[in-house]
């Protein structure tokens, strides 16, 4: 297991020199920010866990009063300066003392495969949430990544965890603590092994463009897996 103090440092090396988000945070915040809308909650009360740099915590701040949770102490010095509009906590998840059923909405993008216990990390965010509340999350579908060439995908992060789940794992995982109301992947054109060579073939989708069923063809690959991402939106289940 990777120490907390070794991925802090990561951490802080990491996001000292972020800069603009870039074409795949945009659809993934886009995603969000549409499970947000449905949610039909009215300035909620939003923590984004594992916010990072804070740029999608500053948005999610324009909907409700919000708190970024990010480990690296530079990360949130940094955030805080940018965006005094939210507020920002330096903790480790799993060690802090958080606030029980204070939360409307649990924002996790793209962090629950970077943490060793993943059921645990539910818990807490199911913890972290009014009874009717709600869990929007990110992460890389495995099942994509394993269908990329091995050289990109190895590329793609190298974080101290890198613990990637599929959509049949998160879901069993979630079912403990929520009740799921969507579960997709998102972000398409990504993976070359297998069936994915088919789905993701360029000629395949030029014929369907031209014959008008690009956009379905779209969508099936979306809910059959193909996506780089899973998305998910859940509400609070009762703990027995």
């Known amino acids: 297991m990777t120490s907390v103090h070794h991925q802090e440092q990561f951490y802080n090396n990491r996001w000292q020199d972020f800069d603009f988000a870039n074409r795949l945070k945009l659809a993934r915040c886009i995603n969000i920010l549409n499970g947000l809308l449905g949610t039909k909650k009215v300035a909620p009360r939003i923590i984004d866990l594992?916010?990072?740099a804070g740029w999608l915590t500053s948005i999610l701040g324009q909907f409700g009063p919000t708190v970024g949770v990010e480990l690296s102490r530079r990360a949130v010095e940094e955030a805080a300066r940018k965006f005094p509009h939210v507020t920002f906590i330096q903790a480790d998840i799993f060690t802090w003392d958080y606030p029980k059923e204070e939360f409307d909405i649990v924002v996790s993008q793209e962090v629950i495969e970077h943490v060793d216990e993943q059921e645990?990390?539910?818990a807490i965010a199911h913890d972290l949430l009014q009874p009717d509340g709600y869990l929007i999350l990110t992460t890389p579908n495995a099942r994509t990544f394993y269908a990329m060439q091995q050289e990109q995908r190895?590329?793609?992060s190298r974080q101290p965890i890198e613990n990637w789940i599929s959509r049949r794992e998160l879901a069993n995982m979630v079912k403990r603590y929520f009740e799921i109301l969507e579960l997709k992947?998102?972000?398409?054109?990504y993976g070359s092994r297998g069936s994915y060579r088919l789905v993701n073939s360029r000629r395949v989708r030029d014929i369907l463009h031209r014959v008008?069923?690009?956009s379905a063809?779209?969508?099936?690959?979306?809910?059959?897996?193909?996506g780089l991402h899973i998305m998910l939106v859940?509400?609070?289940r009762n703990r027995h």
Do not use: P
């Not at 779209?218 to 193909?226: Q, W």
């Open 50 to 52: 594992g916010c990072g």
């Open 120 to 122: 645990r990390y539910l």
């Open 154 to 156: 190895e590329s793609w």
């Open 185 to 189: 992947t998102i972000i398409l054109g």
């Open 212 to 214: 008008g069923l690009a």
């Open 217 to 226: 063809y779209d969508s099936l690959r979306e809910h059959f897996g193909y």
């Open 234 to 236: 859940a509400q609070k």
